[in-house]
């Protein structure tokens, strides 16, 4: 079930779309009756909730979406759920799960020398984004211990790869230099991110719904730290190779520093010991096997590209860059 505003896509699924265990209901978590109608019809053994406004930059030109999405309608998923658990047997009740997909940005900002958030951290969310999602892991966890409704939380670090809405860093860089439009760096570039294989995320889950323990938080993490600027001179470095004889290489003449995002976290990392240890999770991908796989990824789609670069995605990247200006002195040469 997908609500398919802008960063939907039913072509992202038509590798599955004839599997016999899938079918498709266009609803919005927010409709409980829709949602009522789905479980009554499917009686599903688990419920994944990855339905989430997710992008900062936005949050932080609109937050109302963010809390209506990812607070309101984590809670009227919530009740629906609850509702149904009801319904069910008590095997089928034990074996229900109700797995929430989260982010480390409800943990907020380390210093360059904190050690990494673990599942102990306290929630510090700083900006509309995080805070909504922190809002709604706090649900998720109440009605666990108010309801026993047995759900898990996973609290992921940055993904990326294949399918990702070029509105986030790694696709952006990559459509832009392939465009030859200025790659902008927010800020000094000296952010830091720990990088996650898409892939890699899919089975952590897999795993969480299989063995993960209701009640519980797990994180999940790449241990791949870089900061902004690492990551953009890889994906160029990564493009001159593939694309030597583009008008744009090299193709970090490409790179521009702009006005930095206000309230800007400076680092996230996430320790996944409890994953690694407990369920035995390890990422497969190393940051350059995956970055590797991920430009490959958008050279092979160009397509794909052109047609979620639709008017409403021009209109986005009107309103959150033309503002932002060009720090001329400080263009690549830092
Ligand atoms: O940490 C997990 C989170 O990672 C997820 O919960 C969010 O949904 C996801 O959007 C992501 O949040 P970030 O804010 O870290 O991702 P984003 O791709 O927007 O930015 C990554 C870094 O790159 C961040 O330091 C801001 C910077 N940036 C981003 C854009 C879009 C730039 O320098 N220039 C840009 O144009």
Redesign the pocket.
């Known amino acids: 079930m997908d609500c398919l505003t802008y960063a939907g896509n039913l072509r992202n699924l038509t590798a599955v779309a004839d599997k016999p265990g899938y079918t498709f209901t266009r609803a919005n978590i927010c409709d409980r009756a829709a949602l009522d109608a789905l479980l009554d019809e499917h009686r599903p053994r688990a419920i994944l909730h990855f339905a ?1 406004e ?4 936005r949050s932080i030109l609109g937050p109302e979406a963010f809390i209506e999405t990812n607070i309101r309608g984590t809670f009227v998923l919530l009740e629906a759920a609850r509702a149904y658990w009801k319904t069910l047997n008590s095997a089928e009740q034990q074996a229900f799960r109700f797995l929430h997909v ?4 409800v943990y907020g900002s380390l210093e360059p020398n904190d050690p990494p958030f673990c599942e102990e951290t306290p929630y510090a969310p700083n ?1 509309p ?2 805070a909504s ?1 922190a809002a709604s892991d706090h649900l998720v966890r109440a009605y666990f211990h108010t309801y026993g409704l047995p759900t898990i939380i996973t609290n ?4 990326y790869g294949p399918y990702h809405f070029p ?4 696709p ?2 990559i459509t832009h230099a392939l465009e030859g439009k200025p ?5 000094d ?1 000296m ?4 990088w996650l294989y898409v892939g890699d995320h899919c089975r952590a889950l897999r795993l969480v719904l299989e063995r993960g323990r209701p009640g519980e938080t797990y994180n999940v993490g790449g241990r791949n730290e870089r900061s ?1 600027k690492e ?2 001179a890889a994906l160029c470095a990564i493009l001159d190779e593939l694309r030597p004889d583009s008008p744009h290489a090299p193709h970090r003449q490409l790179i521009r520093y ?1 006005k930095d ?1 206000p309230g ?2 400076r680092r ?1 990392a996430i320790d996944a010991t409890k994953l690694e240890q407990e369920l035995g999770w390890r990422a497969q991908e190393t940051f350059e096997t995956g970055l590797r796989k991920t430009v490959q990824w958008y050279l092979d789609n160009a397509e794909w590209v052109r047609e979620v670069q639709s008017g409403s995605y021009r209109d986005w990247m009107d309103q ?2 033309t503002t932002r200006g060009e720090m001329a002195a400080q263009e690549h040469t830092r």
């Open positions: 989430a997710s992008h900062v930059d989260s982010t480390d940005e900006s984004y995080s999602k992921c670090s940055n993904n509105e986030k860093l790694i952006l860089m790659l902008p760096i927010y800020g570039g952010n830091v991110r720990d902004n990551v953009v702009v995002r800007h976290d996230y959150n860059y």
